[in-house]
């Protein structure tokens, strides 16, 4: 019981501080789109709505989120990428949006 009391209360400390679930590629998708709306919201990059983690994962297909045939997912690699996203300085993350780069640790969550 004092276990799971524990582990309940890091999942809930970690959500707290923003950690993000990389269990598996669909909740890495999410938590990716998730670290991207946050981003441009405290940028205050225009035109962000609330509707902004929704329209990322349609639009990035999340839901059916899976690595190519023949690469396996990496957790460790997914949870990089997402806190890299989340370390970007406003004016680092308006230049990814502009040119269509993700921080390179993003490259090896299918490998």
Request: proline content about 4%; hydrophobic content about 35%; overall charge negative.
């Amino acid at each position: 019981m004092r276990k799971l009391l524990v582990v309940t209360s890091l999942s809930i400390l970690a959500s707290a501080c923003g950690g993000a679930d990389t269990s598996n590629p669909v909740a890495a998708c999410n938590s990716f789109a998730s670290a991207v709306c946050s981003k441009a919201t405290s940028c205050n990059y225009p035109g962000v709505t609330s509707a902004c983690q929704t329209n990322l994962e349609n639009l990035f297909g999340c839901a059916q989120a899976a690595c190519p045939s023949g690469q396996s997912f990496d957790s460790g690699a997914a949870s990089s990428c997402i806190s890299a996203i989340n370390g970007l300085s406003c004016t680092d993350a308006g230049n990814a949006v502009a040119d269509g780069t993700l921080p390179s640790s993003c490259n090896n969550v299918c490998h």
